[in-house]
């Protein structure tokens, strides 16, 4: 499949297709047209055309896509089929508001442990998710290698917890501590979630 | 102050900026060249001056910025000094986390209330923000209208919401229902923390 010179907007856009094509299969839609598609989600059917031709292109215009196959496909070339594991690192507000209610499976991920520097709270289930104390993490990870770590712990720990992540093998980071971590390998992919830049980008919005 | 024609990207940065500055300014930085600020930012000192210039440009070039006026300056075109009022609409595990962790005065924004359906709720106080009954919105809203509602209960309930909020003269959306609200009132600005999105980017990138 092709997957060269896909730009940051096209990769970003991937999730929300198949956020959109799951919802359509849920609702027993079973095929759309590239412009109903296109009117549904905001965008252009040239735009979801070219993205798509990204990839090599499915389905077939004029006859509109078949909605299971395009989302499978898009399911396959984001990954979610494969279900990484993941481990949590920091089980407070944000921490377990995540491993209550946050779909992990859906989004292609096996969250399998916790970790936290709290003692008391180590042995604790969350959710059906055991908490580890952090010292516990390299042994952990020795036993059971995890893809990614979601990091829900409080700054001033961060970039040094990002190295020793980063040492042990992990290969993402899904960033929640509202700072840049700065890598020293940089092929460990970092993805923010930064919730003061969003709230002052609609802040700049209604100032207008 | 020029403020046409701002790109989207361009808007995203300005929080960025002044998180960096407000960093650099706390640990007493005084002056700071394009240049350094471009390294500790991941941009390109040319970005940075065309970034400054859609707002008619500020500091020196050759003597670099004065880090307290610049960070002044982008905190007034983003508003963080207007202190918008806000209110919360979901006392789950994700509003509780906002409202315990969030600085929202630093982003610009004076957290007053909270709503939730759940009438066991109402009359509590989390956090220093009392919860009212979701029944009550309209009529808090008569005395004390508000600028924002941050939006953190379920998908449901939550277009139809989002067009309540429109309705009564609300400016600002801070979505967390990880769905896409249409809003009929386009002029109400929609900011969306999608974490499924953002967690597939993610396994995208792991799974290249």
Request: net charge neutral; hydrophobic share 40%.
């Amino acid at each position: 499949m092709l997957r060269e010179n896909v730009s940051g907007a096209v990769i970003r856009r991937m999730p929300k297709y198949f956020r959109y094509l799951d919802e359509l299969h849920q609702n027993g839609v079973a095929k759309i047209s590239s412009r109903a598609l296109a009117e549904c989600m905001g965008l252009t059917a040239s735009q979801i055309r070219q993205d798509f031709n990204c990839f090599g292109g499915f389905g077939q215009q004029g006859y509109g896509y078949n909605v299971e196959t395009l989302m499978n496909e898009i399911a396959s070339i984001i990954g979610v089929n494969r279900k990484h594991k993941a481990i949590i690192i920091g089980v407070g507000n944000i921490g377990r508001a995540l491993i209550h209610n946050f779909d992990f499976y859906k989004c292609g991920f096996n969250l399998i442990a916790a970790f936290d520097a709290d003692r008391a709270l180590c042995g604790a289930n969350i959710g059906g998710i055991q908490v580890h104390h952090i010292d516990e993490l390299e042994k952990f990870y020795d036993k059971t290698p995890i893809e990614v770590a979601i990091m829900t712990l409080p700054k001033a720990p961060a970039p040094q917890m990002a190295e020793r992540l980063a040492g042990m093998g992990v290969r993402g980071i899904w960033n929640f501590t509202n700072m840049d971590l700065k890598m020293t390998n940089k092929s460990v992919m970092v993805e923010d979630v930064h919730f003061a830049d969003s709230l002052m980008t609609l802040c700049y919005r209604i100032s207008e």
